[in-house]
């Protein structure tokens, strides 16, 4: 079955980077487009980044433009976020998601604080 695992979260401060990784499992991972969602409690989850199936076409959301960074290594069925410059609101859980594929991981926990 589909299997996608997020890594890399943590607590860090304004300012700082962290690096996410989402291992995928359970499909054909060079087929597909891939995501990364964030979801703060209460709010409804919201797309941050994209990119196609060979990498060569990305999109981000309006706040993380210039901030992060997403790629993607098929050989490894992995997906990164790289988040530079984070700020307090960058606070959430993270979700990466394969584009037609209704499964989600557990997520992981991005704090951004002092």
């Known amino acids: 079955q589909v299997q996608l695992v997020e890594s890399g979260g943590g607590l860090v401060q304004p300012g700082g980077s962290l690096r996410l990784s989402c291992a995928a499992s359970?499909?054909?991972?060079?087929?597909?487009?891939m995501r990364w969602y964030r979801q703060i409690p209460g709010k409804e989850r919201e797309l941050v980044a994209s990119?196609?199936?060979?990498?060569?076409?990305?999109h981000y959301a309006d706040p993380v433009k210039g901030r992060f960074t997403i790629s993607r290594d098929n050989a490894k069925s992995t997906v990164y976020l790289q988040m530079n410059s984070l700020k307090p609101e960058d606070t959430a859980v993270y979700y990466c998601?394969?584009?037609?594929?209704?499964?989600w991981g557990q997520g992981i926990q991005v704090t951004v604080s002092s």
């Open positions: 359970g499909f054909t991972f060079s087929s597909f487009s």
């Open positions: 998601n394969a584009v037609g594929l209704d499964s």
């Open positions: 990119i196609s199936i060979l990498g060569r076409t990305t």
